[in-house]
């Protein structure tokens, strides 16, 4: 298998995981507040990240200097940003319009490569993303029409994490990948740490009844080993590999994901709006793999060209 097929595929996995964990998410912040939740998910996969330095590649930490500090910290600060804005941004808009909005990192991450990094995405890049951001609309189905304070906090989320998605490309394959991710999510669990003794009752949120609740533990398992330390060091390795702007097509899953799942686990119900634009998401990350003269005979036979 080709490596950059194999880390699409790996990105995906990423995706998965991430889409399925929403549902336990959103049931773990019912109980404990969304700062502490991640300050205590982050410091979990950054104890365990490092725990993995500092038994199986130890050497590493030989290449620790102010650079790929400087580096991590940034990818951190950029990540932690995202959540941040997201969170603040949900207290005065729609679910669903925000899951649009952040969706739209879609779009941003091929204009940010162009300006940024001077990288000209392909046409069935461009193609791939023009379908699934029509996929994400769909999906969500909101009025972009009408904004509020809210969506612009969304909006930020969405540029943050575009981003990130850019600056980890950058500097993955510049860096020992363990040793960055390890400094990345550190960076996180001590910003969001510092966000929930400033901005929420933290004396309320780190009760041990609170902490050893079923659904909790089990959301801080499962997101801080496979949705934090594994994935983002997926992300990292494999994303070197790969164009930013397919990896931001491959994220677009995500939603797809978290709709799956919440039908299954949560029995929400899925309008016929909502199944069109899961496959218009999942078109687009198709076109972006296609190879070039596929995607313009696909195209010519279903009348976009002339």
């Not at 995981?17 to 300050?39: E, H, M």
């Not at 510092?194 to 949120?205: D, G, I, Q, R, V």
Request: aromatic share 14%.
């Amino acid at each position: 298998m080709k490596r950059p097929l194999f880390a699409d595929i790996s990105l995906l996995l990423v995706t998965l995981i991430w889409g399925s964990t929403f549902v336990l998410v959103q049931n773990a912040i019912d109980f404990l507040p969304p700062f502490a939740f991640n300050g205590i998910r982050f410091l979990i996969a950054a104890i365990l990240l490092i725990l993995c330095l500092l038994i199986f590649e130890k050497k590493q930490l030989k290449q620790l200097n102010l650079k790929i500090m400087a580096s991590g910290v940034i990818l951190g600060f950029w990540l932690f940003l995202g959540y941040v804005t997201q969170t603040i941004g949900l207290l005065y808009t729609t679910s669903s319009k925000a899951g649009f909005i952040t969706g739209l990192s879609v779009v941003l991450v091929p204009l940010f490569s162009l300006f940024l990094l001077k990288q000209y995405p392909s046409k069935n890049a461009l193609f791939g993303v023009l379908i699934a951001t029509a996929g994400l609309f769909f999906l969500t189905m909101t009025d972009v029409t009408s904004l509020n304070t809210g969506d612009g906090f969304v909006f930020i989320c969405a540029i943050s994490f575009a981003l990130h998605i850019i600056l980890t490309g950058k500097f993955s394959s510049k860096y020992p990948t363990l040793l960055l991710t390890a400094i990345q999510i550190s960076t996180v669990a001590l910003l969001s740490i510092l966000s929930s003794f400033l901005f929420e009752n933290w004396k309320t949120a780190f009760k041990a009844e609170i902490l050893l609740s079923q659904d909790v533990i089990i959301a801080l398992f499962i997101t801080s080993i496979f949705a934090t330390a594994i994935a983002f060091f997926i992300q990292t390795n494999f994303q070197k590999y790969t164009s930013a702007t397919r990896v931001a097509l491959i994220f677009a899953m995500e939603p797809v994901f978290a709709a799956i799942t919440g039908y299954f686990w949560a029995q929400d119900r899925l309008s016929y709006s909502a199944l069109f634009g899961c496959i218009l998401i999942f078109m687009g990350m198709i076109c972006a793999e296609l190879p070039p003269n596929k995607l313009t005979l696909f195209r010519k036979n279903k009348g976009f060209e002339s």
